[in-house]
Every structure is written in C-alpha cells, then in structure tokens.
C-alpha cells in the first residue's frame, strides 16, 4: 500500500464516511477520548466486532486506561469496521486506523485484540488483513506492530496461534506493565518478541515450547478502577457508568468457563465502591450506574454499596446484573432501580437432577421464590435464561423449561390477576464446552438433538403471555468447533475468512456455507469438531496454559458432576481445593 | 428553565446522527453539573429537542436545541460549561432563556451553502431554475416508493457566488426540499451533474412568536 499523508488519509477517510451506514462507528472523538501526540509509541488496541459492542467491553477500558497513564504510550481504539466499510476502504485503498487520531493501526508498535468469544474470531482476521498487516504472523516484517491476544478466549490459544505474535494470559493490571516494558526496552521485533517470551503470563507460539500461567490481579485495589471512560455515542449495546464491585466466583458451575478463569474471589470495600462510582459518574453524565461482577448479590457489600450510593444520588438508577436466583436479591434489585420493568433470573436448569449436574445450587424452590418476588416488586416483564444440551440431559430437564415456563405464567397470573399485564420471555441457549472446566472433556449435543428439543420446545411452549426464544443451532455448533479446537482448526478459521465469513455473531452475517467448506476441506466437519469428546488421559489443545485451577480438581467435578452430586462454594463451604489460591492470591472478602 | 442553544456541527462530529446529537447534548450538560427536566409520565424523558433534524453528513452553523433544566443557572454560565465539555466538532454558539413556543414548532425556513466546483455555468443554472414555475424531481427512500417533488416551490432564494450555492428552503406542512436535490436541479438546467463538496447548513429562520403566546 502506497504511504499517504495523514491529511490526504483524513479527506479519504471522511469521502467514505459519506457513503456507509452509522459513520459514527468510526469518527472516534468522543468525551473523554485521550489523545496524546507527545506519545513516542502507537498502541492500538481493538475489539474485533462493532463499534456498539466493542465500547461496551470493560476489560479494554481498564487497558485503555493502564497504557495511557505511562508517558511514553498511547492506546488508540480499534473495532472492526461493519462488512460495507471494509468493502468501501479496500475498494478505496483506506488502510485500518484507530479512533482518535485516525492513524493506519499498522503504525501501531502493539496491537492488542481482545478475545471476548469464538464467533469474532473471523473477524480478527478482518482487522489484521483491512489494517495491512500480514494475517500470519510468520509472514510479518519488521515494520508490522506485534500483534498480541488476551481476553477469557486466549484461554485456548490452539485455533488462534498462526495469528497473534504474543497471547496474554489473564488479568492485565499488573502483568500488562511487564508487556509494556518489554516494548519500550527498544531493539527490533525479535528482541521485543524474546523479552515477551520470557514473561510468565505469555505465549509466543514462535518460541520454545513451555507452560504459562495466567495472570492474577491478587491486589485488586479500586485505583485500577477507570472512573473518566470514554462515553460512547448512543449506538453503543450498553451506555452507563459501571464499577467492578468483585471479581471471580467460587459457585462452580461446570459449564462457566468464566467461573474458573477469574478465581479466586477478590471484593472492593462498600466506600471505594462508592467513591470511584460518584466520580466516574460525574465524569461521564451518566445518568445509571452498574455494580458489575460474576454475581453482584453475592458480593458481601451490596446493601452498604447500593444505600451509600443512594444516600448520594437519590435519583439514580442503579442496575445489578447477574444474580443469583433468589427472593432476596430479586427484592434488592427492585429497589435499586425503579425505572426498570423487567427483570431476568437464570436457573440455567429446570431441574434439580439437572441443578446437581451443572453444580448450580439453587432449589426450584428458590427459582419459585424469586418468580414470585419478581412479580410482587412491580415488574411486568420476566426474562428467564435456561440452557439445552447440558450432558446426561433427558427428556425430563427439556419438559422441565417448558414446566418452568408455565409456571411462572401462573405466579404471574395470581398475583398480577388473569387479566394483568405481564409477560414471561423464556430464553434458551445451547450448551457449548469450553476449556478449563469440569466439561471440557464433554462432547457438544448433535446438531439433530438440539434441533430436535428446540422442536419441541417451540410446540409444547404456550404463546399466551410467554415468549421463547432458542438461539441459533448453527452458530451454537461453530461456538463448539471453535473453542475447544486445535492447529487445524487455525487452518479451517483462515479458509471460512478467505470464504468471506465475518460477523459470524450476526445472525444476518452468518455465511454458514463458508464454515462448512472450511472445515470439509480440512478433512474434517463443524459438527465432529463440536461434539469431540476427550479421555481423561488425552492431551488437551490447551494444556500449555494454565489456569491456577487444577486438572485434578477439574477432573474431581466432573466425576461429580456424573454422580449428580453439587459441590460446596469455598467462601461458605470450606476449600473445596481448586488450586487457584497461592501466596497472596486468595479470596479477598471484605468481611 | 428553557435554553436555546445555538451551536455548530464541524469536522468529525457532522457524522453524528440526529439521536446521537441530542444524547451528546445531553451528558455534556450532566457532565457540566446539570441535571435535566423531566417530561411528566409513566416513562419520564429528558426534555429537549432539536428544531430541525440534520442529516448525517451535513455541517452546520446554526442548530438550535431547547432543553429544560431542572435548576435556573445563567445561561453564559451554562454556555461556558457546555462549551468545555462537548466533544470536538460540537461548538457553543450562543446559549439564551427560550421564550415562546420551543423552535421546532415556529419552523420558517433554512438556509444552506452548497460548496461547489464551479464546472459548469451556474449562473445560468440558477436564472433558469428561479424562472421556472415547477422542478419536479425523483426522491428514493429505503423501504419505500419513489416520490415525485416539487423542489422550486421551496426555494424562496437561490444565489451563486465562487465556489458555492446560497439556498434558502421554507419549511412549511408541505415539507421541504433536500440541499443536494436543489444542486441537482439547478445543475440539470443546463444538462449538468454537481460535484458537491460540502454541504453547511447556515441558518434555521423561526416564525415569530403569535403575541400572547409567551410561556
């Protein structure tokens, strides 16, 4: 690509703008933005879908923040352009480039791409290939950023190795200051890319194989909490201020991939919680604020969080997201927000057989309680999530959903009366193993399975007052090829790109063909790839990372699992010995 | 109380929509230590609107909102604060009390510079489209029918100086022409295309308040 001035990229940059659909994705500029043009060195920093939801994602504002309070950096925002962008800037000869100061993201020293889910992996891609720079990262020269990975997908580098020149293992506010270093301490690519090597928390596929381990923020202190983050403009799938109240969650749920990789439990004291929220929503002109974490109802400081904050701003609304099923944390969000109308509880299971397997300790008693509770609060819309193709799953746990359903139509109906205005959503995912859980050995569900319950769901479910909805079989089998996979399932994601697939997350994106191809022409099929079981004894793709969380202890709940048997939370329980706490890093409750 | 801000839309942030302008506004002003009126109801909603709503794209020297704030500070106080808190792009042209009927409701006319390469006669352009009685043009719109305009029964002025077309377009129930169907139309007349350069959007004319009117 011929090197343009930045004036002459600005004016073709704005030609095109003229021409696409929301332009705003691409304008940066917004409130609280950082530019910092005395910065000697570009980092680049790139969620790898839209705008709306790459804003959206706390771990890059946390990132944004860490790498421009150092002098010497300056991270600059990058999302994949949506596919009539990057058509109009290849037609138009528009390298990629950032937000704020709408440089080529190839001039970046790092570029760093998040790894939220499997299905942006294609896009990945995209970014790689709009920005000029060579998609593997054997073929990059010495004028190419390194490009480095992170995020809960880098857990399983295999399918994503040819790709990055770096993964990033786990929580960056300490660890990432050693991946800075290592930039700033200057030599060339290789140089840089060898002091990389020599981190703990680092993978460099090019280097000599060893294991690494994940990064954990054992401090957790709320000086690493972004209080002035940039607002998005009003596109964007969430728009409010949010502070992490805890991290981590020791409830071990089998299938929560997140339920490991965030352990142990870390909790910011009630008053720091209040501070960085006050400040942060000053900063932005938000009018809402969320208590972000695992599980909010579980952090110890709730009542005193949410009455402090209110004590402040009595107008506010305040959203807790994630809790545990339940009347009393049902009743808690109620009253700290009264704007909202709906609320959304997720049992995951409909019944208690299928509770003990998944380790999800809640009793239908409890998911009765909180329907109740729910209704009782004023709420008029109910969002229930459950999820199909969970192992050793019967007849009786899909019939269970559909119980569920109606029965809580019928709370509704005795308490808001026959003729009440309200509405019960049942929502229904497809289960997908993921790495470093007590399931990753377990096969997906067969494609002709889900389909199967999803059929039946859809004719024994009543319409009255109830609405299921059931996502998408097809994108649910490709999550499940993806997560689990290995070195040839790098092979397959380069072929579906080169097929023309991205946004593979958008129903109205996905090219399903292309996937299929892909994966036929190595050897293989979506399909055998989702529903690969392992033995005890196999090698796994991601052994070479290692999570803090014991594959003995993950083996343990699986058997467990296999027992019908739940297993106890360590912060109420006792140690159930899941390896993750060492030294300084443990359960950190503030009482 | 209720301010009119007049402000510009440059640079960057001509690519805001409509929607995004007025959220913009918005957390500018709560970022600037305001909070704002609420409309009464069951789902209560900042009270603000925009005069005139701009296309993506289009630059403007002149837009007006009236907001409602919940408190009654002077309004060089709220212009200062405004100004220091809006992104690049969005510029304070002068805030003032909103007496009457808000801006939206007393739509009179609006005025555009239409930056041109001067490729092509304009000025007979111009004479033959004001001679005319009826421009009649195609308006497409995603997801509906084509519609045939009157354009020329809208345009109360136009004029050519280098390099740019100055329009005014009444806003009336009728509804009103396009910037870019008016260069069209005008470069049509004599058998041409425009090249468009820059489309600014240079004053929104309200009709007076009607005496007695006054909130």
Known sequence: MLQMTQQLLDRRIEAVLETVQKPSRYIGGEANQVLKPTATSLVALCYPDAYEVGISNQALQILYAQVNARDEFAAERVYCPWPDMGDAMRREGIPLFTLESWRPVREADLLGITLQAELTYSNVLEVLDLSGIPVRAEDRGEDDPIVIAGGPSASNPAPMAPFFDAFFMGESEEAFELVLDAMDAGGGRAARLARLAELPCVYVPSAAPRPVERAIYAEFGIETQPTRVVVPYSLAIFSRASVEVMRGCTRGCRFCHAGTWYRPVRERPADEVIRAGIEQLSCTGYDELSLTSLATSDYTDVIAAIEGIKAERPELHLSLPSNRVDTGPVAMTAAANSRQSSITLAPEAATQRMRDIICKTITGEMIEGAIEAAFRAGYTSLKTYFMIGLPRETHAEVQGIVDLGIRAREIGREIKGRGGRFSVHVSVSNFVPKPHTPFQWEGMSSRDQLEAKQTYMRRAMPTRQIRLSMHDVRTSMLEGALSRGDGRTATVIEHAWRNGARFDAWTEMFQERAWHDAFTAEGTTMDAEATREFGEWDELPWDNVQSGVSTEFLLDEWQQSKADRATGDCRWDGCADCGACFGPVRNKLVR | ?215
């Open chain 2, 1 to 215: 109380m209720t301010y009119r801000i007049t402000f510009a839309v440059s640079r960057r942030a001509r690519f805001l929509s409509h929607l995004e302008t007025v959220d913009t506004l918005l957390s500018a002003l709560r970022r600037g230590g305001y909070d704002i009126a609420l409309s009464q109801g069951m789902k209560p909603k900042p009270v603000i609107s925009l005069a005139l709503p701009r296309a993506v794209g289009v630059e403007s020297e002149a837009e007006l909102a009236d907001v409602r704030l919940a408190t009654d500070p002077d309004p060089s106080e709220v212009a200062e604060r405004l100004a220091r808190e809006l992104p690049d792009g969005l510029d304070v042209i002068a805030v003032e009390e909103a007496i009457g009927k808000p801006a939206s409701s007393r739509l009179a006319a609006v005025s555009y510079r239409i930056e041109v390469a001067d490729n092509l006669d304009w000025d007979a352009a111009c004479e033959r489209f004001m001679a005319a009685d009826e421009i009649t043009v195609t308006r497409s719109m995603l997801g509906k029918a084509d519609k045939r305009v009157d354009v020329r029964m809208f345009c109360s002025s136009l004029e050519h100086r280098p390099g740019r077309l100055l329009v005014e377009l009444e806003l009336s129930d009728r509804g009103t022409a396009r910037p870019e169907e008016i260069a069209n139309a005008v470069a049509a007349q004599v058998g041409a295309t425009p090249d468009i350069e820059r489309l600014v959007r240079t004053a929104i004319a309200l009709r007076d308040a009607p005496a007695g009117a006054t909130v």
